[in-house]
């Protein structure tokens, strides 16, 4: 079964597998710290508390031994500043993973969520028969298109989401993405096992 590595080094930046033990308390920390930014784009901070956290980081334990979803901790200067994830949508088309990623508001604005979403976007083109990355967002949340814009997805459509709808972008493997994200052929092998 085909697995991103559990770290990946970029940089200050590194993106590595949550421990659902050591990362409890940092992660909700940082959640509930970040909670007034999220709130409009992700439903679920309303209900966040340590339990939940508890629950959600032994699902994504679950779920990246099952390889159906690599769930990173975005780590910035020693500290967890967000959360990235590479995964297939269920019930979704064949080739296609998906990126999805959130920021703690003072690590944004310099090019954290680029850089992982990009090295995100690397790893799924190294698993078999992925032809396609989306990313997907409220149309509202203008700072996630922005990242999808520098790393050279396409807006592709619009698709029923439980806010009322999400915009999708789309990159090929046959794209080559230079820049600050840069995705393409040797991009990843910053990363480390």
């Known amino acids: ?3 991103p590595p559990r770290v990946i080094e970029l940089d200050d930046l590194t993106l590595r597998r949550f421990d659902p ?10 959640i509930d710290a970040a909670r007034g930014r999220l709130r409009p784009w992700m439903s679920w901070v309303d209900e966040h508390d340590p339990e939940r956290t508890a629950e959600f980081l032994a699902r994504r334990q679950e779920a990246w031994e099952a390889g159906r979803d690599f769930t990173f901790a975005v780590v910035l200067g020693g ?5 990235c994830q590479l995964f297939r949508r269920e019930g979704g088309p064949g080739g296609v993973m998906e990126i999805g990623y959130w920021l703690h508001p003072a690590a944004t604005g ?3 969520a680029t850089r992982a979403a990009g ?18 967002h409220d149309p509202a949340n203008h700072a996630s298109g922005a990242v999808a814009a520098r790393l050279g997805f396409t807006e592709d459509r619009r698709r029923p989401a439980g806010s009322g709808e999400e915009l999708v972008w789309r990159l090929g493997r046959q794209r080559d993405v230079v820049g600050e994200g840069a995705i393409g052929e040797g991009a990843g092998e910053e990363s480390g096992g």
């Open 79 to 83: 500290a967890i500043v967000g959360a």
């Open 110 to 112: 310099r090019g954290v």
């Open 119 to 136: 090295a995100l976007a690397a790893e799924a083109f190294r698993f078999p028969g992925v032809e396609h990355v989306e990313i997907a």
């Open 21 to 30: 033990v050591e990362d409890r308390a940092e992660l909700y920390e940082v």
């Open 1 to 3: 079964m085909e697995m």
